[in-house]
C-alpha cells in the first residue's frame, strides 16, 4: 500500500508543471517572432536607403528616388532625401509590425557619392 501512497501523491504534479511551461514557451516563441519581424524591417530600411542613395548618386530627380526607396521600404515609411555637397543622403524610418508599445521605429541612412563629381579634378 505505501507505494500506492506515494505514487497517488504526485498525481497532477506534470499537469502543474506544464500549466506554467506552456505559457512561457508561448511567450518566448512571440517574442522571437517579433525580433525576426523588426529585424525583416531593418533590413528593408537597410535595402530601401541603398537604392534611393544609388539613384540620387545616377542624378535621378528626387521624386523618382523618393518612389524608389518606398518601393523596397516597408509600407508607411517615410523616406527623406538630401544633398550636401558632392554627398547625396537617403533616410528611411519605418515603423516594425507591432501593437502599442512593440512597434518600434526602425530606420537607416545612406550616403552616397554623386556621379558627377567622381573623377572630377584629377
Given at each position: 500500500?505505501?507505494?500506492?501512497?506515494r505514487?497517488?501523491?504526485?498525481?497532477?504534479?506534470?499537469?502543474?508543471?506544464?500549466?506554467?511551461?506552456?505559457?512561457?514557451?508561448?511567450?518566448?516563441?512571440?517574442?522571437l517572432?517579433?525580433?525576426?519581424?523588426?529585424?525583416?524591417?531593418?533590413?528593408?530600411?537597410?535595402?530601401?536607403?541603398?537604392?534611393?542613395?544609388?539613384?540620387?548618386?545616377?542624378?535621378?530627380p528626387?521624386?523618382?528616388?523618393?518612389?524608389?526607396?518606398r518601393?523596397?521600404?516597408?509600407?508607411?515609411?517615410?523616406?527623406?532625401?538630401?544633398?550636401?555637397?558632392?554627398?547625396?543622403?537617403?533616410?528611411?524610418?519605418?515603423?516594425?509590425?507591432?501593437?502599442?508599445?512593440?512597434?518600434?521605429?526602425?530606420?537607416?541612412?545612406?550616403?552616397?557619392l554623386?556621379?558627377?563629381?567622381?573623377g572630377?579634378?584629377?
Amino acid at each position: 500500500m505505501p507505494r500506492c501512497e506515494r505514487r497517488c501523491g504526485d498525481r497532477g504534479f506534470v499537469t502543474a508543471e506544464a500549466a506554467v511551461a506552456l505559457p512561457v514557451l508561448v511567450l518566448f516563441s512571440l517574442g522571437l517572432v517579433w525580433a525576426l519581424l523588426v529585424a525583416a524591417a531593418q533590413i528593408q530600411c537597410v535595402d530601401a536607403a541603398r537604392a534611393g542613395a544609388r539613384a540620387a548618386a545616377r542624378q535621378d530627380p528626387p521624386g523618382a528616388v523618393a518612389e524608389v526607396a518606398r518601393g523596397a521600404a516597408p509600407s508607411g515609411a517615410e523616406v527623406a532625401v538630401s544633398r550636401e555637397g558632392d554627398l547625396v543622403r537617403v533616410r528611411v524610418v519605418a515603423r516594425s509590425p507591432g501593437i502599442g508599445s512593440l512597434a518600434v521605429d526602425v530606420t537607416h541612412e545612406a550616403v552616397a557619392l554623386a556621379e558627377e563629381t567622381v573623377g572630377v579634378g584629377s
